[in-house]
């Protein structure tokens, strides 16, 4: 049977691991994933620690063993770092073998920074020097001033994935703040050929919010108008990512991003996030077969990985027609969609979500700290 991951990954999407937990990177399997699966990163975010800090007692002796006068932030903090250190030690060997093209493993600045560039420099540094990899990133939501941030981060040279990206516009503010972080940099005479970033674009959520909005104006529509509108689900998230794909391929072969590649900077390459099909009624690994093209990350959770193993198709197909995709972004501005009304409402309700997650996990170490006595 063909290794369908290897093919992916041959077809130059970088296959990355949208989980993290103690149990994986003590037990071998993150291991076999890196040789079996062609897996080549890995992200987190304030949910997935949420449900790894949930289960069994992997992390009861390190938050036992914590100092008296720690925080839950603290806590948290303390395992997050020693789990995405241990795992950035597990792709240390992908890293080096791809002269840092590849190997990371994401860590999130809190939600609640999201609109502070002061604060989201201030805790991205501090995450930084705590793990004290190479292949670490630095994860920074995708608002205005998370632009800023990222100009900064940049600037001072950490690794950075810009995540929550929804809009066209949103991708094109943090592909021109990594621009300029790295001309800061090429002005002061530093460095640019060791500093990493994607920009992590999301995917199925906008399906889920578009189609939502389809089924509604198809209820006060009939015959032709109303089969035209359902024949818009679940096209704009494809759509979408596709086009911001065609901005990353224009902006990265522009006149401005020349001098900056003889300097020896790499590509922002786009990330494919939330790409597990939250709709039964789709195929379940479509938006990885319809996302696949060269310098792209996909980052997947377990579930898809597996399902991409087993029945995956491969073929270029992010920039295999833009003009389509661009006619699906037009039937549906027709039809009555509002895309920048359902961009700014993911991202809101995306930063909400990963704040009630870290809220939910600080309160969960409080309790687990009491029941362990400490």
Same mark, same amino acid.
Request: glycine share 6%.
């Given at each position: 049977m063909p290794n369908r991951l290897q093919q992916l990954h041959d077809a130059g999407v970088s296959i990355w691991l949208d989980f993290i937990d103690r149990k994986i990177l003590r037990n071998g399997d993150l291991e076999r994933r890196i040789k079996d699966d062609a897996l080549t990163g890995m992200t987190s975010n304030p949910t997935i620690f949420e449900k790894a800090l949930g289960e069994g007692d992997l992390y009861d002796e390190q938050i036992r063993g914590a100092k008296d006068?720690?925080?839950?932030?603290?806590?948290?903090?303390?395992?997050?770092?020693?789990?995405?250190?241990?795992?950035?030690?597990?792709?240390?060997?992908?890293y080096e073998s791809t002269n840092g093209n590849d190997g990371y493993v994401s860590i999130e600045v809190s939600p609640g920074a999201a609109n502070n560039?002061?604060?989201?420099?201030?805790?991205?540094?501090r995450l930084w020097a705590m793990v004290a990899r190479p292949n670490v990133m630095i994860k920074v939501?995708?608002?205005?001033?998370?632009?800023?941030a990222v100009r900064t981060l940049i600037g001072a040279g950490l690794n950075v994935n810009i995540t929550l990206l929804f809009a066209i516009e949103a991708h094109r503010r943090v592909i021109l703040a990594?621009?300029?972080?790295?001309?800061?940099?090429?002005?002061?005479g530093k460095p640019v050929n060791h500093i990493a970033s994607v920009a992590s674009f999301f995917v199925s959520r906008v399906d889920t919010e578009i189609d939502k909005r389809l089924d509604a104006l198809a209820a006060k529509a009939t015959g032709e108008e109303q089969k035209k509108i359902l024949g818009l689900k679940g096209k704009a998230a494809i759509a979408n990512a596709q086009l911001?794909?065609?901005? &990353?391929?224009?902006? $990265?072969? /522009?006149?401005?991003?020349?001098?900056?590649?003889?300097?020896? !900077?790499?590509?922002?390459?786009?990330?494919?996030a939330s790409t597990s099909s939250k709709n039964p009624a789709y195929r379940d690994v479509m938006y990885v077969e319809q996302l696949a093209g060269p310098d792209s990350v996909n980052?997947?959770?377990?579930?898809?990985?597996?399902?991409?193993?087993d029945h995956g198709e491969v073929k270029r197909t992010v920039d295999a027609d833009f003009a389509a995709a661009e006619?699906?972004?037009?039937?549906?501005?027709?039809?009555?969609?509002?895309m920048t009304d359902v961009t700014n409402k993911l991202l809101s309700e995306?930063?909400?979500? &990963?704040?009630?997650? $870290?809220? /939910?996990?600080?309160?969960?170490?409080?309790?687990?700290?009491? !029941?362990?006595?400490?």
């Open positions: 006068d720690a925080t839950a932030l603290d806590l948290f903090e303390l395992v997050e770092t020693s789990d995405v250190r241990d795992a950035c030690d597990k792709f240390k060997g992908i560039s002061k604060e989201t420099v201030a805790e991205a540094e939501p995708g608002t205005e001033e998370g632009a800023v990594y621009l300029a972080g790295l001309e800061d940099r090429v002005k002061a911001a794909y065609k901005l &990353f391929r224009d902006e $990265f072969s /522009s006149a401005r991003w020349a001098p900056l590649a003889a300097a020896g !900077a790499r590509l922002q390459r786009p990330l494919w980052t997947m959770p377990p579930a898809t990985i597996e399902a991409f193993r006619r699906v972004m037009s039937d549906l501005a027709a039809a009555g969609i509002d995306g930063l909400a979500s &990963f704040q009630k997650s $870290f809220e /939910s996990l600080t309160a969960g170490l409080e309790k687990k700290r009491e !029941a362990l006595h400490v």
